[in-house]
């Protein structure tokens, strides 16, 4: 039971959109209510499950009244989100998901942590990976690379690359969604969305060192069936944002030295281009397209690179060897990250 009056706000309101989660709710429900604080709520919205989700539901906010339903008909995730930030009481929000579970100290660790830092907006923290690491070889791997970046800066310069954070391991200041938005709808990732958004808008985040979260890999996750959240979605959504980036940071704007002259690459970063951003050469490895001139564009070899503060270079190398290879060149050749170039897988 909550050791908070009945007739105060909880200082955390935790969103929780559920739809036919029953074989898994019941644990993130209890993940919540092992707490080490009190202070919370959580703001449980049903989008029309049919699967008992709704029972269950029932039974632990019958148990405890710090759990709240929302019934509401399905219309998909980010109408639940939105629903459930408009409902909750919290100055502080956390996310979590209906097949996830947190740590006890999650929520009174993540609090602290924004008490404490009046200048961040968001806290998130390390996830461990909650699935088959054979079978969701692709999942662990990205879990692993979004635990490497844990400073604003570091968070910052990732987001074009991925996105750098575990949308249910965060917690937020109400107050920044309700100056910079919330969950937008769209053919797009709402989380991936969100953060480019409250990044641009300056928004400081940070992520604890500490996993405060099982990260499931569910066969059901959104991420593995809705088109949303299809790689080339990703690209449509940051390519907007990466051109404005560019406009405030590239000193040599609209003039950038892309680094991948592939078929693909190329495509990727044709909202670029729509943007107005203007590519002077093409970077490859592959001696058979170097000397070569693509739409009027001329490839040239890594060694032919200018030298640093000559010329902004934009990455958009896909994989993950290859990418830490270029920064690990860059870096040598006195390249600093966001200074004078971006990786933008």
């Known amino acids: 039971m909550t050791g908070r009056p009945p007739d105060r706000a909880p ?13 898994t709710l019941s644990a993130a429900l209890d993940s919540l209510a092992g707490q080490t604080t009190a202070d919370w709520e959580v703001v449980a919205i049903d989008d029309g499950s049919t699967d008992g989700s709704d029972a269950i539901l029932g039974a632990y906010a019958r148990r405890d009244p710090r759990i709240r339903v929302i019934r509401a008909p399905h219309r998909g995730l980010v109408a639940a989100l939105n629903t459930g930030l408009a409902a909750a009481r919290g100055r502080l929000i956390a996310r979590m998901d209906a097949d996830d579970v947190c740590m006890p100290e999650r929520l009174v660790r993540q609090r602290g942590h924004l008490v404490s830092r ?56 109400r107050e920044v969604a309700e100056r910079c938005g919330g969950y937008a709808p769209g053919d797009f990732p709402e989380d991936y969305e969100l953060w480019l958004r409250w990044l641009e808008a300056g928004i400081r985040m940070e992520k604890l060192t500490e996993p405060l979260l099982i990260w499931n890999d569910s066969p059901t996750r959104l991420s ?15 390519g907007g944002y990466l051109a404005r980036w560019l406009a405030r940071h590239n000193p040599h704007h609209p003039a950038v030295i892309l680094w991948g002259a592939g078929r693909i690459t190329r495509r990727r970063a044709r909202s670029l281009l729509d943007q107005g951003v203007r590519i002077e050469a093409f970077v490859d490895i592959d001696p058979r397209k170097i000397g070569r001139r693509l739409h009027g564009v001329p490839v040239v070899g890594p060694d032919a690179l200018p030298r640093a503060g000559a010329a902004f270079l934009v990455s958009y190398v896909r994989s993950a060897g290859a ?9 040598a050749a006195g390249h ?3 200074v004078h170039y971006i990786l933008a897988a």
């Open 118 to 173: 009046p200048d961040l907006g968001l806290v998130a923290s390390r996830v461990r990976f909650g699935g088959d690491p054979l079978r969701g070889g692709g999942y662990a791997r990205y879990v692993e690379w979004t635990n490497q970046h844990l400073a604003h800066e570091d968070i910052s310069l990732a987001r074009f690359v991925e996105s750098p954070l575990a949308h249910p391991s965060v917690m937020f200041r």
């Open 336 to 338: 600093r990250p966001g």
């Open 224 to 238: 593995r069936r809705d088109p949303r959240y299809a790689e080339d979605a990703f690209y449509r959504v940051k």
């Open 11 to 23: 200082a955390i309101s935790v969103l929780l959109p559920v739809y036919n989660a029953a074989a």
């Open 323 to 331: 990418r830490d290879a270029i920064e690990a060149q860059l870096r």
